[in-house]
Structure formats: structure tokens, C-alpha cells
């Protein structure tokens, strides 16, 4: 969805560098969800974010959520080959449970 | 638990045949929803539903059919397959609690219209 802009669109990393990707939305943020998808598969919910400067990590992913700017950030610290895939940011951005998608940012982590 | 299930997970068809992509939860959601993904475009919602008999249209909807007439099935029809719907399908299913829709996905369907 255009209306969920998702940065960068790629990104290749040597294992144990951090990282961050962004999500943008142009429209006021209900909630913000986080997938990983891996090449083939199906979309796996990694966090969900709801109220402005709420933060939540899980092992080494750690996702922010800045109301005021509509945006959310995923940072993954310490990269490992596990950690490549597709990452996709989802948004629930006219209520009604209509939840978009932004276009993916592909991970890969070289050992 | 199955989770959710979807058949086939590959499909070729020609253009102008029709087809139906099956979708079953077994967690009792109440939310259901169908989503395609294309390269460099992400996931776009086709169709979805809060509920038996409810449906309603996503941001993709022209040339798909849903219907839900029990909480367990959501199935997607292609009434009239033509190559722009070459893609991947995804279904999925949540619980709708305290503005919450965290979706469980289903591994998706590989469609190829020729």
C-alpha cells in the first residue's frame, strides 16, 4: 500500500552489524503491526505496537512506535542468518479493521 | 492445531477459467481475510470478513467473489481468471479484541493464469 511506506526497500548486512527499517504511514496510525515472511512461507506476527512511544522487543527485535511522526522503526540487533527474510510492516489506518501493508523490506545477512 | 489452511498451494490456470481458492481457520476467529502479494508491492487486502454472513470488499476486489457462510470457511473465487491475477493469496484469521487484529496467516497459494 502506498499509504504505508516501508525503508529500505533492501537491505544486506554482515552478521552481528544492527540494523534498523522504517515504516511511514501517511495517515493517522489505529496500530502497527510487524510480520517477518521468509522466501516462500507465510507471514509471521512478530510484535504489535499501539500507543504512541510504546516500545516492545523481543530477543533481539525491538520495534518503536512514534505517533506524532506516523511512523515505526524495527531494530534488530546483533544480525544472524535467522534473521533474513522479508520484513512487513501492517497498519490499521481507517479503523474498521482494515488493515494495509507496506511493500516489504528484504533482509539478508551474510555470515 | 491446524492453524489456518489453504488449498491448493499451487495452482495454473488459463485465462478466462474459473477457480476457487479454499481457506479454513479452526481457532474460532471471527475475522477473516484474503490479501495478494505481488513483487515490490506488498500484501493488498482483496476481501474480508468480521463474521458469518459479512463480508466486504478490500482494496482489490474487482474479479474476486467471497462469501462466508460458516465462521470456520472464508473460500476466494476467481470468477474469470485473467493474468494480472497471477500471484501469491494469502488468507488469514484474528480475534478482534480492545482495537487489536493481530492476523495468523495461512501459508499461502501460488496462482499462475496463462
Known amino acids: 500500500s502506498q499509504e504505508l511506506e516501508q525503508s529500505p526497500q533492501s537491505l544486506i548486512v554482515q552478521e552481528g552489524k544492527n540494523l534498523t527499517i522504517n515504516c511511514t504511514s501517511s495517515k493517522t496510525l489505529y496500530g502497527l503491526y510487524w510480520y517477518k515472511q521468509k522466501y516462500g512461507e507465510g507471514l509471521i506476527f512478530l510484535m504489535m505496537?499501539?500507543?504512541?512511544?510504546e516500545e516492545k522487543s523481543h530477543e533481539k527485535i525491538t520495534a518503536k512506535l512514534d505517533e506524532k511522526k506516523q511512523q515505526s522503526s524495527l531494530h534488530i540487533t546483533a544480525s544472524q542468518p535467522s534473521h533474513a527474510g522479508i520484513y512487513l510492516c501492517?497498519?490499521?489506518?481507517?479503523?474498521?479493521?482494515?488493515?494495509?501493508f507496506g511493500a516489504g523490506t528484504i533482509l539478508r545477512v551474510k555470515s | 492445531n491446524a492453524g489456518v489452511t489453504q488449498t491448493p498451494k499451487f495452482q495454473v490456470l488459463k485465462t478466462g477459467q474459473s477457480m476457487t481458492l479454499q481457506c479454513a481457520q479452526d481457532m474460532n476467529h471471527e475475522y477473516m481475510s484474503w490479501y495478494r502479494q505481488d513483487p515490490g508491492m506488498g500484501l493488498r487486502l482483496i476481501h474480508y470478513s468480521v463474521g458469518a454472513g459479512i463480508t466486504d470488499q478490500g482494496e482489490v476486489p474487482n474479479g474476486y467473489n467471497v462469501s462466508r457462510s460458516t465462521t470456520e470457511d472464508f473460500p476466494l473465487r476467481l470468477l474469470s481468471a485473467a493474468p494480472s491475477q497471477t500471484s501469491v493469496y494469502f488468507c488469514?484469521?484474528?480475534?478482534?479484541?480492545?482495537?487489536?487484529?493481530?492476523?495468523?496467516f495461512g501459508a499461502g497459494s501460488r496462482l499462475t493464469v496463462l
Open positions: 505496537l499501539q500507543k504512541g512511544g
Open positions: 488469514a484469521s484474528s480475534y478482534l479484541r480492545s482495537g487489536a487484529n493481530v492476523l495468523t
Open positions: 501492517g497498519a490499521d489506518i481507517r479503523g474498521g479493521n482494515k488493515l494495509v
